[in-house]
């Protein structure tokens, strides 16, 4: 174990060789066993634990044999933070899923522009104007008033009843309820 000691003429390239040499099998035999056998993710645990002791030579350097429990210790903790990880995000859906997602195709809309169009169709041509003027246009009373030349008041009374009688025509149609 003292060979793995960082000295000044050591790199780190024989640092991380040395320690993985050392404890890279049992590690991977202890990270297989956190993981459930999952190889690729032991794998990856092994692989996060040597960085961490690479970046952290000083937690080495400590005692001999220190080093194997606390690399262990680090390779557990990263399976742990791993396996809450996973648990924290929803599952994620394979390419079958996309099968039952509802898309926004915009048919509802349409068929309700469609059925509001013909329905205004059955209404008086004074209800109708009214209604065109001040919902589709979006003019205010008095803009209306303007446009259509009629009184202000005559645009409000005419808008109440003619909003009155598209309900009616609606409900009878059934695309509102009563």
Do not use: C
């Amino acid at each position: 174990m003292a060979e793995l000691r960082r000295s000044e003429t050591r790199t780190d390239e024989d640092f991380i060789r040395a320690l993985y040499e050392q404890h890279a099998r049992p590690l991977l035999g202890y990270a297989l066993r956190l993981t459930g056998g999952d190889r690729q993710r032991a794998e990856d645990v092994v692989q996060e634990t040597l960085l961490r002791a690479w970046r952290h030579p000083e937690t080495l350097e400590r005692t001999p044999d220190a080093v194997r429990p606390w690399l262990f210790t680090v390779a557990r903790n990263i399976a742990v933070d791993a396996y809450r990880a996973r648990r924290a995000r929803p599952l994620e859906a394979g390419p079958d899923g996309l099968e039952v997602i509802a898309v926004d195709d915009e048919i509802d809309r349409a068929l309700e522009a469609w059925q509001v169009t013909d329905a205004l169709a059955s209404l008086s041509a004074d209800h109708r104007h009214v209604l065109v003027e001040t919902y589709y246009r979006g003019r205010s009373v008095a803009e209306a008033a303007a446009t259509l030349g009629i009184p202000p008041g005559t645009v409000k009374s005419r808008t109440y009843y003619a909003l009155r009688a598209l309900r009616l025509i609606l409900e009878e149609r059934g695309v509102t309820e009563a």
